[in-house]
């Protein structure tokens, strides 16, 4: 193993020790999707689950969860072509309907990520095609990618969107990172894509050694933390 990639036993451990023990830790750790399950979720949804993870940075969860219902007739049940359908005075609108949160920024996002979405489609035949078609081992690409195609998906909202999805994935919380930072896999937060890529490598590295997901490498570096 390199030395960017310290042994996970002595973490696994830590983890167990401070949460309960084996049972009790792995009913509260979460389960990837395989690529067949990927696939077969219907682009609304995925629309649909981008837009809430969107509404739900900032904010709180509850809140916006409340108000999902409401997201979802205004919206037209997040079918692309649907929402991309819709007229700027539709969407204008919006700011004027109490049951949503009249973010225009996020609200906006809608449309645009319903045509991104759309254009997704067309090279890969689904969303969920092109989530399961993409490697674990480069799931910091993919977020990059999706940054790229998608409003409002920088900073840590792809990775989480992902992780809502069921697509394996880390993600890079406060806790895991001062994980990485106290185990020496990392001298600092990870910034730019290098740093990224290099931690990447370690999770790869300690899926491999654990037999486990990338997502809970991830939340099991994360219980290890006081």
């Known amino acids: 193993m390199s030395e960017r990639a ?22 509260i750790l979460p389960k990837a ?14 629309l649909s689950l981008m837009s809430l993870r969107i509404f739900r940075a900032g904010l709180k969860h509850d809140l916006v969860d409340a108000k999902w219902p409401a997201f979802e007739k205004a919206f037209r049940g997040f079918a692309p072509s649907r929402v991309m359908a819709m007229s700027p005075e539709a969407l ?11 973010h225009w920024a996020k609200l906006k996002s809608i ?12 090279e890969h035949g689904s969303m969920g095609a ?8 480069d799931v910091v690409g993919l977020w990059e990618d999706l940054a790229k195609r998608f409003q409002q998906l920088g900073g840590n909202s792809a990775p989480y969107f992902l992780r809502m999805a069921g697509k ?19 001298k600092a937060p990870p910034k730019g894509k290098a740093d990224k890529r290099r931690v990447q490598a370690v999770f790869n590295a300690w899926a491999v050694e654990a037999g486990r997901p990338l997502c ?8 290890s933390i006081d």
């Open 33 to 46: 999707k395989g690529a067949r399950a990927l696939a077969k979720v219907p682009d609304d949804r995925y």
């Open 6 to 27: 310290p042994s996970f036993a002595p973490i696994l451990a830590r983890a167990l020790k401070r949460h309960g023990g084996e049972k009790a830790v792995e009913k």
């Open 168 to 186: 394996d994935t880390f993600v890079l919380t406060d806790y895991v990172v001062r994980g990485l930072i106290e185990c020496g896999a990392c």
């Open 111 to 122: 449309p645009a990520n319903a045509k991104a979405m759309a254009a997704l489609a067309k």
């Open 216 to 223: 809970q490498i991830s939340r099991l570096l994360a219980l």
């Open 92 to 102: 204008e609108a919006c700011m004027k309907d109490a049951r949503l949160i009249r």
């Open 130 to 137: 092109y989530l399961a078609s993409w490697p674990a081992d």
